[in-house]
Each structure stands twice: as structure tokens, then as C-alpha cells.
């Protein structure tokens, strides 16, 4: 089943404790992306990639990093997590460029900084 | 910088009544893209439009883009409780750049039995 899959869905930690959420797709997309979303504002991107090893911010990048050191892997990295990155995060993937592209989204990570 | 509006915010329809949903850009669009976000779940595609005064169907949901493509809007004919959810309109964040995507802040539909 062609699927873009998050782990973990939920997640509660305290401020400072790094953590990683794991995104992986099994439809050989070239784009991936992270947006964040937040009651009122909508999905706002935080970092996209275009392809392996090729990675640019979106509009929300600060406080976090990415790597896409494999086509089918994007992780995103909060190094010290702050109480403002408190927010649903989801992972999606296009056959390209995601905005003219369908973008498959993951099932969505709830994390909660504390 | 770009933005990208919608209106309404909310809409609470009866089941039956019709819905209309606008997404308002500062730029404009290379294309503009919709997907749907039932409560607890994730955003689904819905489609995407290219051109300018574009008009596209599916079953009871009218998509139209603009002619100067900096709007765009969805309209559901006869809701049912099965359109509620959250739909979005997405577009690229520059008029020439592909890789970045904006998205609208949503409107929320809610249907009445």
C-alpha cells in the first residue's frame, strides 16, 4: 500500500530534550516535506527536499533541521525543543515539486513540549 | 510578504444547503491546488487548477480559478455530512517557484443532520 508513515504519533517531552520524528514513503517521490499546523494558521512548511541531499527551508525553519540522506527517509530534528513547537506535524511527499504536484501527507505527530 | 487568505473561517450548513468556500491570494498563482482534512485525520488532495478561469467538477464539488488567478473558490452542492472537514487551498509560495507551497488557514465546514 503506497503510504507516507510518521513516527511517533504522539509525543510529550520537556524543553532542551532533543528528539526526532521520522518520516519514510514508499512511493519513490522525489519531494518531501514538513509543515506544522496550528489551530487558525493553517499548514505552514517548515523545510522541503527536492531529492537526496538537496534541502531548503520553508517558512518556519527556526528550531528545526532535516536531512534526506535516502529518497525514502526525512527526518525531522528539533535539537531543543521549545514550548512554541508545541504543534501538529505532518509529513508529505510528491512525485516532484510539491506544489504542483498531489502531495501524499503522513497520519500526522502530535507533540506536546513541556 | 505573499499571502494567501480564506473565507469563511467557520460554516455551519444544514445538511442539503449548498457551501462555498474563497481563497484569496496576494500574488498571483501559478496553480492552485485543494485538499481536505476530515476532524483527526490528514490532508487529502482534492485537485488542481492551472488555468486561468479554469472551472473543474467532481461529482458535487465546483472548483473555479480565477481569471487573474489570485483566487479561487469550491463550492459543494446539497452537503452532506460526509463534506465535513477542513479544506484548504495551497499554491506555490513565489509565482515562479515550484518548490515551495503556501497554504490558506482552512475553512471549516460543519454539517447538520
Known amino acids: 500500500e503506497a503510504q507516507v508513515t510518521q513516527n511517533p504519533r504522539y509525543l510529550i517531552t520537556v524543553t532542551g530534550k532533543k528528539l526526532t520524528v521520522t518520516c519514510s514513503q514508499n512511493?519513490?517521490?522525489?519531494?518531501m516535506s514538513w509543515y506544522r499546523q496550528d489551530p487558525g494558521l493553517g499548514l505552514r512548511q517548515i523545510y522541503y527536499?527536492?531529492?537526496?541531499?538537496?534541502?531548503d527551508k520553508g517558512d518556519v525553519p527556526e528550531g528545526y533541521k532535516v536531512s534526506r540522506k535516502e529518497k525514502r527517509n526525512f527526518p525531522l530534528i528539533l535539537e531543543s525543543p521549545s514550548p512554541n513547537q508545541t504543534s501538529l506535524y505532518f509529513c508529505?511527499?510528491?512525485?516532484?515539486?510539491?506544489?504542483?504536484?498531489?502531495?501524499?501527507f503522513g497520519p500526522g505527530t502530535r507533540l506536546t513540549v513541556l | 510578504g505573499q499571502q494567501v487568505m480564506q473565507i469563511p473561517q467557520y460554516q455551519h450548513v444544514q445538511e442539503g444547503e449548498d457551501f462555498t468556500t474563497y481563497c484569496n491570494s496576494s500574488?498571483?498563482?501559478?496553480?492552485i491546488q485543494w485538499y481536505k482534512q476530515r476532524p483527526g485525520g490528514h490532508p487529502v488532495f482534492l485537485i488542481q487548477?492551472?488555468?486561468?478561469?479554469e472551472v473543474k467538477k467532481q461529482k458535487r464539488l465546483t472548483f473555479q480559478f480565477g481569471e487573474a488567478k489570485k483566487n479561487s473558490s469550491l463550492h459543494i452542492t446539497a452537503t452532506q455530512t460526509t463534506d465535513v472537514g477542513t479544506y484548504f487551498c495551497a499554491g506555490p509560495k513565489k509565482k515562479t517557484s515550484y518548490d515551495k507551497v503556501i497554504f490558506g488557514p482552512g475553512t471549516s465546514l460543519s454539517v447538520i443532520p
Open positions: 508529505a511527499s510528491s512525485f516532484e515539486r510539491g506544489s504542483s504536484n498531489e502531495q501524499f
Open positions: 500574488t498571483t498563482l501559478s496553480n
Open positions: 512511493m519513490n517521490h522525489e519531494y
Open positions: 487548477l492551472v488555468k486561468s478561469g
Open positions: 527536499s527536492m531529492n537526496v541531499e538537496v534541502t
